[in-house]
């Protein structure tokens, strides 16, 4: 049965955000492919699947009275999306990338209530000090980059190498929630 917010996301951090804004809701998860498709820029691939998830979770659910939301975050360096990593060479990668550089991290949320779909990309730009091979090597033996786009995460160790952010903290853990916040109050 689908309660009144539901949080189509599998994502502990995503959970960890709304609960500590005061938000009440269940979480259930559909399995999307979130894949990066040829020719796909940044924007439009977080939107996709913030609304496959979003609109797979919703198809389930029989009351009109419920919120379905979706959101998927991506790091973006020079054009190029960095999921989550796949492996340690893959993070060894992303984050010498980043190093030393700004970059930044996409936020594609979908509302949907019956009818009514809401979507949007929220953009927050991050500056990463630069990092040693020493330093990279440390913090992928703490296992904090698995899972995690760009393979890293603000809110953990990685605050360290972070000398500042322009936008939303929140959006990047994974959740803009003052946005999510706004967009609830227009379906609800």
């Not at 630069?130 to 296992?143: C, H, R, V």
């Amino acid at each position: 049965m689908c309660v009144a917010l539901i949080l189509a996301s599998a994502s502990p951090r995503r959970a960890e955000l709304l609960a500590s804004a005061g938000f009440t809701f269940t979480v259930r998860t559909a399995e999307v492919d979130e894949s990066p498709r040829g020719g796909e820029g940044p924007e439009a691939y977080v939107l996709r699947v913030a609304r496959a998830k979003a609109r797979a979770v919703a198809a389930g659910c029989r009351k009109s009275d419920s919120v379905v939301l979706g959101a998927d975050t991506t790091v973006v360096v020079d054009g190029e999306i960095l999921g989550k990593p796949e492996g340690r060479s893959d993070a060894i990668r992303m984050l010498k990338s980043l190093s030393g550089r700004v970059h930044e991290v996409l936020t594609g949320v979908a509302l949907i209530a019956g009818s009514v779909e809401q979507s949007e990309v929220v953009t927050t730009r991050v500056r990463l000090l630069p990092i040693t091979m020493d330093e990279i090597n440390w913090y992928l033996d703490t296992g904090e980059p698995d899972g995690k786009a760009g393979a890293y995460a603000i809110q953990g160790h990685a605050a360290r190498f972070i000398d500042w952010i322009e936008g939303s903290w929140s959006n990047v853990v994974g959740l803009p929630v003052a946005t999510v916040y706004q967009m609830l109050k227009k379906v609800t």
